[in-house]
């Protein structure tokens, strides 16, 4: 099942899909829209109809531990949600997808096939005057299984202080400014994403998230990303790995860069700012300089 190729050039354009696509295929059986937001309150006052939704910090968290879910976690979620391994998940939410990609991560990580996003996320669909409802969906569970974690897409720790001894790392910092000079250290609003240190990776760029998105939420277009990235020494022919906070907004880096633009070696840090800026002897950056 794919969508019509938009024109614009991106490298995967199956994974992107419009909100026409989407209004089409609200009673599909072999589709399952998942609505993934930073405002966690947001679904309760209206959602797509027939979507279901996965809290980014209670269903895909594990409870204990610093970690996402389990293998097995991961397939008694998809089976409660009514989603098999053959169905088509489209995600969508709020802040140009922020979580919609993160959720979206999460599943290439446990190895699900058909995942796509649709562009432009809650705003757009809002824009357009489509339907939202507040009935919640009655989905059949179903049987899932999922891979084992793909290790591939995910770096840890050990895997950025290489990067960093190598002595030319490809790192993203897709905080804001002010997090990366270190002269913000604490979010508020944001307990669970505290540190002791302010700054930056030492040798990271700094190419906040939000730059890839248009005003409306859509995805810039191929050159425009090319040009974003590719103008920081974020080229496809070196080993990426993307960090943020605690890994949702370096999710939306990562599909960018390896699904729009069609990077090949693309890793997103999860345990991003809030490891690394708290750990004993590493190295760190301040001010505008990548250091």
């Given at each position: 099942m794919t969508e019509p190729a938009n024109g614009k050039g991106y490298a995967h354009p199956e994974v992107l899909v419009s909100t026409d696509w989407v209004a089409d295929h609200l009673d599909d059986p072999t589709v399952r829209i998942v609505e993934s937001d930073e405002d966690i309150l947001l679904y309760e006052i209206g959602h797509i109809p027939g979507a279901v939704k996965l809290d980014w910090h209670t269903d895909l968290q594990d409870s204990v531990e610093r970690d996402f879910v389990d293998k097995a976690g991961f397939e008694?979620?998809?089976?409660?949600?009514?989603?098999?391994?053959?169905?088509?998940v489209v995600f969508y939410g709020d802040r140009n997808n922020w979580y919609a990609c993160y959720t979206f991560w999460l599943f290439k990580y446990f190895g699900h096939d058909d995942c796509r996003v649709m562009n432009g996320g809650r705003?757009?669909?809002?824009?357009?005057?489509?339907?939202?409802?507040?009935?919640?969906?009655?989905?059949?569970?179903?049987?899932?299984?999922?891979?084992?974690p793909d290790r591939a897409i995910r770096a840890f720790r050990d895997d950025v202080l290489a990067m960093v001894n190598a002595g030319a790392p490809a790192l993203v910092d897709v905080r804001s400014a002010q997090e990366y000079t270190g002269e913000v250290i604490h979010m508020l609003g944001y307990p669970q994403e505290g540190a002791l240190r302010g700054g930056h990776v030492r040798g990271a760029q700094s190419i906040p998230w939000g730059q890839a998105a248009n005003a409306d939420g859509t995805f810039k277009s191929p050159d425009e990303l090319a040009a974003l990235y590719g103008g920081k020494g974020i080229t496809a022919d070196k080993n990426v790995i993307a960090y943020c906070r605690i890994g949702e907004r370096s999710s939306h880096t990562w599909f960018v860069l390896k699904y729009l633009l069609g990077y090949p070696d693309v890793r997103n840090y999860d345990g991003s700012w809030t490891e690394w800026g708290s750990m004993v002897d590493v190295p760190i950056a301040k001010g505008e300089s990548a250091g």
């Amino acid at each position: 099942m794919t969508e019509p190729a938009n024109g614009k050039g991106y490298a995967h354009p199956e994974v992107l899909v419009s909100t026409d696509w989407v209004a089409d295929h609200l009673d599909d059986p072999t589709v399952r829209i998942v609505e993934s937001d930073e405002d966690i309150l947001l679904y309760e006052i209206g959602h797509i109809p027939g979507a279901v939704k996965l809290d980014w910090h209670t269903d895909l968290q594990d409870s204990v531990e610093r970690d996402f879910v389990d293998k097995a976690g991961f397939e008694q979620l998809m089976a409660t949600a009514g989603i098999a391994n053959d169905t088509t998940v489209v995600f969508y939410g709020d802040r140009n997808n922020w979580y919609a990609c993160y959720t979206f991560w999460l599943f290439k990580y446990f190895g699900h096939d058909d995942c796509r996003v649709m562009n432009g996320g809650r705003a757009k669909w809002e824009a357009e005057n489509r339907p939202y409802t507040r009935e919640m969906p009655a989905h059949d569970r179903t049987t899932y299984t999922a891979h084992e974690p793909d290790r591939a897409i995910r770096a840890f720790r050990d895997d950025v202080l290489a990067m960093v001894n190598a002595g030319a790392p490809a790192l993203v910092d897709v905080r804001s400014a002010q997090e990366y000079t270190g002269e913000v250290i604490h979010m508020l609003g944001y307990p669970q994403e505290g540190a002791l240190r302010g700054g930056h990776v030492r040798g990271a760029q700094s190419i906040p998230w939000g730059q890839a998105a248009n005003a409306d939420g859509t995805f810039k277009s191929p050159d425009e990303l090319a040009a974003l990235y590719g103008g920081k020494g974020i080229t496809a022919d070196k080993n990426v790995i993307a960090y943020c906070r605690i890994g949702e907004r370096s999710s939306h880096t990562w599909f960018v860069l390896k699904y729009l633009l069609g990077y090949p070696d693309v890793r997103n840090y999860d345990g991003s700012w809030t490891e690394w800026g708290s750990m004993v002897d590493v190295p760190i950056a301040k001010g505008e300089s990548a250091g």
